[in-house]
């Protein structure tokens, strides 16, 4: 079972330190100590926690889709040429930047301050670990 510290933990959920310790308090997490005796949290046990704790915006269009990444958020830019642009979308603490036509841009109205859903679908997806190691 991988253990997380209690300051790493908080960093991945984008939390206090206070907060993870008030999870571990109310009994959302249960306590745990690391090789070095600090105190933290089954990594297992995060995960599921992150998954409750989850509250992205839905997407509300009522589109059925087969890509499963759609995250809602809010225009911060717009780069048109004639030809194409770049827009990019604050969703959460997360920026995503997307490449399309100038002539989708006027279509869609997107502006700054514009909300909007970025659909992901990729054939590749790469994912990375530090050995094990939260960061």
Known sequence: MPLIRIADAASLLGVSDDTVRRWVDAGALAPAKDASGRAAVDGAELAELARRQATA???ASGVARSA?????????????????AQVELQCGPYRV???MSSEAVRELGLEPGSVATAVVKATNVIVETSGG???
């Open 97 to 99: 930047v997307s490449l």
């Open 57 to 59: 915006p839905r997407d």
């Open 133 to 135: 190691k939260a960061p």
């Open 68 to 84: 499963r990444n759609s995250f809602v958020g809010l225009v911060t830019k717009v780069v048109e040429d004639r030809v194409m």
